[in-house]
C-alpha cells in the first residue's frame, strides 16, 4: 500500500486548510479498511485526529471536534481532512493512516510520509 499525501501549508490562525491522502494498492483481501490522519508536533506523541470507516463512521480527537471533517472516496480510496478554525496548536506534521482489519487477524497499518503543516498566530 502507498500513501501520498498532499495540502499541507503554512496558514494564518484562523484559517483553513484541506489535506489529502490517496492510496493505492488495496485489495478486497486485507479486509475492513479504515482511513485516517494522525499529526506529531516536535516533542510530543504522534496522535490520532480523525478516523473513517468505510461506511463512514467517523471518530474525531476532542481537540479538533466541530473545526475539522473527514471524509472519504471509497471509489478512489481517497480520504480527506477538511481543516477549519485553525489555531496555533494544530501545527505539526500530519500522517495519513490505512488500518486492514480482517475477522481474528492482527491489524495491519500502513503511514504516509506526512505533510506539514504550520499556523501562524
Known amino acids: 500500500v502507498q500513501l501520498v499525501e498532499s495540502g499541507g501549508g503554512l496558514v494564518q490562525a484562523g484559517g483553513s486548510l484541506r489535506l489529502s491522502c490517496a492510496a493505492s494498492?488495496?485489495?478486497?483481501?486485507?479486509?475492513?479498511?479504515?482511513m485516517g490522519w494522525f499529526r506529531q508536533a516536535p516533542g510530543k506523541e504522534r496522535e490520532l485526529v480523525a478516523t473513517i470507516t468505510r461506511g463512514a463512521r467517523t471518530n474525531y480527537a476532542d481537540s479538533v471536534k466541530g473545526r475539522f471533517t473527514i471524509s472519504r472516496d471509497n471509489a478512489k480510496n481517497t480520504v480527506y481532512l477538511q481543516m477549519n478554525s485553525l489555531k496555533p496548536e494544530d501545527a505539526a506534521v500530519y500522517y495519513c493512516?490505512?488500518?486492514?482489519?480482517?475477522?481474528?487477524?492482527?491489524?495491519?497499518?500502513?503511514w504516509g510520509q506526512g505533510t506539514q503543516v504550520t499556523v501562524s498566530s
Open positions: 493512516n490505512v488500518e486492514g482489519r480482517r475477522p481474528f487477524d492482527t491489524p495491519r497499518t500502513w
Open positions: 494498492g488495496i485489495t478486497p483481501s486485507m479486509g475492513e479498511i479504515t
